[in-house]
């Protein structure tokens, strides 16, 4: 009995489900959403990584090349690629939190609560 998994068209929440035989696979449906509106997706597979190999890659210094601190879009699309990189499944919370910051794309730059970040006041650890 495989496990496959789904993206709901409705509310874009990422699913695995059992399906018990194909006739089933036809009537499935989003647990948070209801909506039977689903397409399948590519499940992903492990690769052969040792801890070591993952953390040399992610600590590579060219990761960081396109990454700008400032702004929401490019430390979201960061986030989300080191998660793939350590084979980790951020969630569907974080996801929506990352797409919600790309979304925004650096038009907010107060941070949580309506402060200015610490860049900006220059009330960081200075040393």
Same mark, same amino acid.
């Given at each position: 009995?495989p496990?496959?998994? !789904?993206?709901c068209?409705?509310?874009h929440?990422? #699913?695995?489900?059992?399906?018990?035989?194909?006739?089933?696979?036809?009537?499935?449906?989003?647990?948070?959403?209801?909506?039977?509106?689903?397409?399948?997706?590519m499940?992903r597979?492990a690769? +052969?990584k040792?801890?070591?190999?993952?953390?040399e890659?992610a600590?590579?210094?060219?990761? !960081?090349?396109? +990454?700008?601190?400032?702004?929401?879009?490019?430390?979201?699309t !960061? #986030?989300k690629?080191? @998660?793939?990189?350590?084979?980790?499944?951020?969630?569907?919370? +974080?996801?929506?939190?990352?797409?919600?910051?790309?979304?925004? @794309?650096?038009?907010?730059?107060e @941070?949580?609560?309506?402060?200015?970040?610490?860049?900006?006041t220059?009330? @960081?650890?200075?040393g």
């Amino acid at each position: 009995m495989p496990i496959y998994e !789904y993206e709901c068209r409705g509310c874009h929440r990422r #699913v695995s489900l059992l399906v018990r035989s194909v006739s089933q696979q036809a009537s499935v449906r989003c647990p948070g959403c209801g909506s039977a509106e689903l397409s399948r997706l590519m499940s992903r597979f492990a690769t +052969l990584k040792s801890e070591d190999d993952r953390m040399e890659a992610a600590a590579d210094p060219s990761h !960081y090349g396109d +990454l700008d601190e400032n702004d929401p879009r490019s430390v979201a699309t !960061y #986030v989300k690629r080191m @998660g793939e990189e350590m084979g980790e499944d951020l969630g569907p919370d +974080l996801d929506a939190a990352m797409d919600e910051a790309m979304d925004e @794309g650096g038009a907010d730059d107060e @941070g949580p609560g309506g402060e200015a970040s610490l860049s900006e006041t220059g009330s @960081g650890d200075e040393g």
